[in-house]
């Protein structure tokens, strides 16, 4: 919503939410106390915010004024009831909807903007018809999943591959998508925006994550395989993505995938396959998860083999915390499943991430249910410095792929940790020579 008030003056965005604080902290003075921390995107906010960009708490009055309203709120993994741990939870997209239905007293265009399962603008359209304030107001709803991956936002959207538009195919749902393309052609080249039914356009999201996915869960498969034959997957990950059909991207073997979407995406994709009884289709997808899993435990595994098959009492320092580098977005983040996992074995671990606060870390453990939380804070320690993490440590783990990393004085790192000194590279992203030459012990994914 920002990117668009800043490439559309003409446009008054009033970003709404229920929770005062989070809202406040979008207002503060200080731009960069935004709650994302987002490359490029203070600035944008800076830009527009006062002029055509507001945040508010005011959801009646904001719904009341707009001609288009975007349908923003999380569809989480519903944790309860039928399809629990894979359908997605549709209860804050209905409430939404109720509130839309009994404010609004002029025509809407409403713009489902959250991921949502094939389908569900049938269910707004229902609770939009039917409990409307009257006085014959109309509703189009549109579908228009946003594509952009977190560090690379603003980037993304003044420049996508793609903006996709789902809408009913009568004239009335053809005016509505004119309408919304309207607004990113002010930016976007016309041939980038592509317009269909919304059932497509719902499923097309949930399908590109789950093949995006699906990459990352091949090349990590053949990482296990490289461990065992001396091939290594940096050089097999080059030669396969020098094949121009496949293509050099989202092939960088990794300790797993994590984000708000990838996991999210492809159990809600299993549910619906196997909702419609068609189990294969069910089974092959639910398979990129199980491959993501085995490998986040794998790597989990490998530190505790290394280290003599046991960690018990043993610092082990991780660097990164956060799902992917220039986010402190943690959600489903492989640091959080392989924190777990060794401390099963009893081992202390120092966490430190250039931008994840440490209750947030702590939240993540709690999170699991595994342990409690006291258990959690005395087993974990965040610290503020990746020199003091390290420090006595047996073994480092690298679990996310900040460039600052590679800066390090890995000298001074190694001079002050217990020997032999052990790191482990779950991005492949450090000079596995020179650490060795240091005298390092280094266990890089699939080589
Ligand atoms: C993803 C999609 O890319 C985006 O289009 C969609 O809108 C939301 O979901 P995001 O979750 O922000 O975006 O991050 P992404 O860059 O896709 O990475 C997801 C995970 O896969 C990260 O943990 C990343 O480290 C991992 N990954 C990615 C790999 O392990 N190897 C790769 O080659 C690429």
């Not at 590109?208 to 296990?224: K, P, Y």
Request: include cysteine; aromatic fraction near 8%.
């Amino acid at each position: 919503m920002a990117v668009i008030a800043k490439q559309c003056p003409q446009i008054e965005v009033t970003v709404v939410d229920l929770n005062e604080a989070r809202i406040a902290s979008w207002n503060d003075a200080d731009v960069n106390n935004i709650p994302v921390y987002e490359p490029g995107l203070s600035a944008v906010v800076a830009e527009a915010r006062g002029r055509n960009l507001f945040f508010s708490t005011d959801v009646d009055k904001a719904i009341d004024d707009a001609d288009m309203i975007f349908i923003s709120v999380n569809t989480p993994t519903k944790t309860y009831g039928a399809g629990k741990g894979q359908a997605a939870d549709l209860k804050w997209i209905e409430l939404c909807a109720r509130q839309i239905a009994r404010v609004s007293k002029s025509d809407k265009i409403v713009v489902e903007k959250s991921t949502l399962p094939v389908r569900t603008a049938s269910t707004l359209k229902d609770i939009l018809h039917h409990t409307s304030n009257g006085d014959g107001v109309k509703f189009q709803i549109l579908s228009n999943p946003e594509f952009l991956a977190e560090g690379t936002a603003v980037e993304d959207l003044l420049a996508p591959d793609r903006v996709l538009i789902g809408g009913d195919q009568d004239e009335a749902g053809q005016n509505a998508v004119q309408a919304l393309v309207d607004v990113y052609a002010n930016w976007v080249p016309r041939e980038r925006i592509l317009t269909t039914n919304v059932w497509s356009s719902e499923l097309s999201k949930l399908t590109a994550n789950a093949m995006l996915a699906q990459r990352v869960s091949s090349i990590n498969a053949l990482s296990e395989l490289c461990e065992h034959t001396e091939a290594d997957i940096n050089e097999v990950a080059r030669a396969i993505g020098a094949d121009s059909r496949i293509g050099p991207k989202f092939l960088k073997a990794s300790v797993g995938f994590g984000g708000s979407c990838f996991q999210k995406d492809i159990l809600n994709l299993v549910y619906i396959a196997r909702t419609y009884g068609l189990t294969e289709v069910a089974d092959y997808w639910e398979q990129v998860i199980i491959m993501n899993d085995h490998q986040k435990r794998r790597f989990a595994n490998k530190i505790i083999k290394r280290l003599y098959n046991t960690v018990n009492g043993k610092k082990i320092a991780f660097l990164g915390w956060a799902f992917k580098k220039d986010t402190n977005d943690t959600r489903e983040s492989a640091a959080i499943y392989v924190a777990d996992h060794l401390l099963f074995e009893q081992a202390n671990i120092a966490v430190y991430d250039p931008k994840v606060p440490a209750q947030q870390v702590y939240t993540d453990l709690d999170y699991l249910a595994t342990r409690s939380p006291d258990e959690n804070s005395d087993y974990v320690k965040v610290v503020h410095d990746p020199y003091e993490a390290c420090k006595d440590a047996h073994a480092i783990a690298v679990l996310t792929e900040w460039d600052e990393f590679k800066t390090y004085d890995w000298q001074r790192i190694y001079d002050n940790m217990l020997k032999p000194a052990h790191l482990f590279d779950g991005r492949n992203i450090l000079d596995r020579n020179e650490l060795e030459a240091i005298g390092f012990k280094v266990s890089a994914v699939g080589s």
